[in-house]
């Protein structure tokens, strides 16, 4: 058995290349089972939503758990107009689900040299309601590094998802392969109205990042078509206060139709702490990184918006900080 250990600087997205310290490796080469339910291949029947190939989850083998394997979607663009339009009704019994909300997850494979071998990157992807699917939920441009989708979903609302090529000049062997999973996402905004006050920010709740630091997690929208403000308030931890916080949102780069999505840390009187603040666009998560905690016990995480955009309703976001003790 083969230990992976991570080294720094990693991307949070499972399906990308991670640094790696160590050198050796086996490879296992399988032969993918089209029948297996969670395998979804593009049955390249036509470029219209109604041309949708099924797709579907298997459940995981666990009596404790309510949870479901992760999907493999995979085809090819037979030209470079060539759009892919897969059907996925979301689980009712996700279990993580029962104490946020449902998501739905796609997250490309890396095309390329240093990736998968495929000759494209997949262009932009669509999420929206088979009911309606011109309405689009969310959008985004899997071109850039490390935009996905991450998205909402009502339990057993039927959805489509569509796979656009990006349109440059078709290459020798377009492929893709993309990883879906139905699952939860962080605890929820509650005090959406309360929040628009740093003075009555929500409190967040601490809880254990996987490397043992303290973090807090969100997921939350900006209504109000843009306008709306939300305040979280963050106690720092005893031990902590010459700490550094760092802290990560993304809204456009999972689908979201915010624009501009803002992110500040103040402190609790509602000042500036110099330099954190950040505004997410197509190319980059907001990301404000090891700001100084200064002492402080409490600090302020301020999400805002410069519009919210006329083609693509939704408007979440999902933030995750830790602080690190020095
Ligand atoms: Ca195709
Ligand atoms: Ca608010
Ligand atoms: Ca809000």
């Known amino acids: 058995m083969l230990t992976w250990v991570a080294a ?23 032969k993918l089972n089209d029948a297996a339910p969670q395998i979804v291949k593009d049955a390249e029947k036509g470029d219209t939503p109604a041309d ?27 030209d470079n107009k060539d759009t892919d339009w897969f059907r996925f009704v979301p689980p009712t019994d996700v279990d993580a689900a029962k104490n946020t909300h449902l998501t739905v997850a796609f997250e490309p494979h890396v095309a ?26 969310a959008k985004a441009d899997l071109t850039h590094k490390g935009a996905e989708l991450w998205v909402p979903a009502k339990p057993g609302e039927p959805l ?30 509650k005090k959406d109205k309360d929040n628009d006050d740093v003075k009555t920010a929500e409190v967040l709740k601490q809880s254990q990042t996987t490397s043992g630091a303290p973090g807090f997690f969100i997921a939350g929208t900006i209504g109000n078509d843009g306008k709306d403000v939300d305040h979280y308030s963050i106690a720092v931890p005893s031990g902590f206060e ?8 993304a809204a456009r780069r999972a689908g979201s139709g ?11 009187d509602g000042s500036d702490y110099p330099g954190a603040k950040w505004v997410e666009d197509e190319t980059a998560n907001a990301t404000v990184k090891d700001i100084p905690v200064g002492g402080e016990t409490t600090f302020i995480l301020q ?11 939704s408007n979440f976001y999902r933030c995750g900080m830790y602080i690190a003790d020095k």
């Open 52 to 78: 949708f190939t099924a797709g579907a989850y298997a459940k995981i083998n666990n009596p404790n758990v309510s949870a479901y394997n992760v999907t493999r979607i995979y085809g090819t663009f037979k």
């Open 242 to 249: 010459k700490g550094k916080i760092t802290a990560t949102c």
């Open 258 to 268: 915010l624009r501009g999505m803002t992110i500040k840390l103040l402190k609790a």
């Open 160 to 189: 489509l998802v569509a796979f656009k090529h990006p349109g440059t000049t078709a290459g020798s062997n377009d492929f893709y392969f993309v990883s879906h999973r139905a699952t939860g996402d962080n605890p929820l905004e």
């Open 8 to 30: 720094k600087k990693i991307n949070a997205s499972c399906a990308e290349p991670k640094d790696k310290t160590l050198t050796k490796y086996k490879i296992f080469v399988g």
């Open 303 to 313: 999400i805002s918006a410069t519009s919210q955009a006329k083609d693509v309703s």
């Open 112 to 137: 390329g040299k240093g990736g998968s071998g495929s000759t494209t990157d997949i262009g932009v992807a669509t999420v929206s309601l088979a009911s309606a699917p011109t309405q689009i939920i």
